[in-house]
């Protein structure tokens, strides 16, 4: 792929300039265009195969790019914001995301996508006026670190599932990958309840695929990241704002903002750590400790001996074990 003047910095591991005061000094602000072509190069060279494997496509499709800044330093060095795979119509997977940090060091824009070393330290380094607050600065740098323990253990997550504590009535569609079939099986459908999907730990919010519904995400502050995709009667509260475990996300729906299909109302909600799919197989989210089977769609939830497949009824939310 061509560069031209563009630089950018990979999670293969390119230093993102940790020595951030050895950077050069930007001599004009650099057009939109720019930066938005700059961050698509880093997406495909560093997430386009993960892309592939989560959208069930060939090794040599095509991806189509979303890159939305969303905050620009005053005197236009820094940009922070998110790009998305675009999800083709015909599969049913979640988008693949990454928030990232830009600066222009003088001879071009440097990139650095989350979950790597590079991005947690342009958190650390980015001035304030492009962050919500500090906090904000501290979760965006957590997304480099690993999320816990070993994957095969029962381990706690300090999740919640995505309702009202203590709410039964919910059911879920099996566990699955993120376009189904695609390992790891890092995603579960919820419907019923009342409908309205919660935030599974407190973090920040940010949005993807900008529209009246788009994807949501939140990023915990722990190392894990979760996904909210398909709702509708969206909260109206700021990209990038903190919200509390529970919070409002919206109602469970068909929506697909960033592409892709479904089929009957639900939350397509997601697991992730360092901008990686993480199986939930083994994890404790909601009280329940939940499994996969080798077949997608399949797999159940576990509580002192009770074992809820797919469309069994029902799911009660016990709220977010220790970790």
């Given at each position: 792929?061509?560069?031209?003047?563009?630089?950018?910095?990979?999670?293969?591991?390119?230093?993102?300039?940790?020595?951030?005061?050895?950077?050069g000094?930007?001599v004009a602000?650099?057009?939109?265009?720019?930066?938005?072509?700059?961050?698509?190069?880093?997406?495909m060279d560093a997430?386009?195969?993960?892309?592939?494997?989560?959208?069930?496509?060939?090794?040599?499709?095509?991806?189509?790019?979303?890159?939305?800044?969303?905050?620009?330093?005053?005197?236009?060095?820094?940009?922070?914001?998110?790009?998305?795979?675009?999800?083709p119509?015909?599969?049913?997977?979640?988008?693949?995301t990454?928030?990232?940090?830009?600066?222009?060091?003088?001879?071009?824009?440097?990139?650095?996508?989350?979950?790597?070393?590079?991005?947690?330290?342009?958190?650390r380094?980015?001035?304030?006026?492009?962050?919500?607050?500090?906090?904000?600065?501290?979760?965006?740098?957590?997304?480099?670190?690993?999320?816990?323990?070993?994957?095969?253990?029962?381990?706690?997550?300090?999740?919640?599932?995505?309702?009202?504590?203590?709410?039964?009535?919910?059911?879920?569609?099996?566990?699955?990958?993120?376009?189904?079939?695609?390992?790891?099986?890092?995603?579960?459908?919820f419907?019923?309840?009342?409908?309205?999907?919660?935030?599974?730990?407190?973090?920040?919010l940010?949005?993807?695929?900008?529209?009246?519904?788009?994807l949501?995400?939140?990023?915990?502050?722990?190392?894990?990241?979760?996904?909210?995709?398909?709702?509708?009667?969206?909260?109206?509260?700021?990209?990038?704002?903190?919200?509390?475990?529970?919070?409002?996300?919206?109602?469970?729906?068909?929506q697909?903002?960033?592409?892709?299909?479904?089929?009957?109302?639900?939350?397509?909600?997601?697991?992730?750590?360092?901008?990686?799919?993480?199986?939930v197989?083994?994890?404790d989210?909601?009280?329940w400790?939940?499994r996969?089977?080798?077949?997608?769609?399949?797999?159940?939830?576990?509580?002192?001996?009770?074992?809820i497949?797919?469309?069994?009824?029902?799911?009660t939310?016990?709220?977010?074990?220790?970790?």
């Amino acid at each position: 792929m061509k560069r031209g003047k563009y630089r950018t910095l990979l999670a293969c591991g390119t230093v993102f300039a940790l020595a951030l005061t050895g950077w050069g000094a930007s001599v004009a602000l650099a057009d939109d265009a720019d930066v938005k072509k700059a961050v698509a190069d880093a997406l495909m060279d560093a997430k386009a195969d993960q892309a592939r494997t989560a959208y069930g496509l060939s090794t040599e499709a095509g991806l189509e790019t979303l890159v939305e800044p969303k905050r620009t330093s005053a005197d236009g060095e820094w940009v922070f914001g998110g790009g998305v795979f675009l999800v083709p119509k015909d599969s049913h997977a979640s988008p693949v995301t990454s928030l990232f940090f830009a600066r222009d060091g003088g001879d071009g824009w440097q990139v650095a996508l989350k979950g790597t070393r590079e991005f947690a330290e342009a958190a650390r380094q980015a001035p304030g006026e492009i962050l919500i607050d500090e906090g904000e600065r501290k979760a965006l740098a957590a997304t480099a670190k690993p999320a816990a323990r070993p994957y095969d253990q029962r381990e706690p997550t300090g999740l919640a599932l995505p309702w009202a504590q203590g709410q039964g009535d919910w059911r879920h569609w099996g566990v699955h990958g993120n376009s189904g079939t695609s390992r790891p099986y890092n995603s579960i459908d919820f419907y019923g309840g009342d409908g309205q999907v919660r935030a599974s730990a407190g973090g920040y919010l940010y949005r993807y695929c900008g529209t009246d519904t788009p994807l949501i995400e939140v990023e915990h502050g722990n190392g894990w990241t979760t996904g909210y995709y398909h709702t509708v009667e969206q909260t109206d509260v700021t990209d990038g704002a903190q919200v509390a475990a529970y919070d409002y996300i919206g109602r469970i729906g068909e929506q697909l903002p960033c592409g892709g299909s479904a089929n009957g109302d639900h939350v397509h909600w997601t697991l992730w750590s360092g901008g990686e799919p993480v199986g939930v197989d083994g994890k404790d989210i909601g009280g329940w400790t939940w499994r996969e089977e080798p077949e997608a769609y399949k797999g159940w939830a576990e509580r002192d001996g009770e074992q809820i497949y797919n469309s069994d009824c029902c799911l009660t939310n016990h709220g977010p074990s220790q970790q």
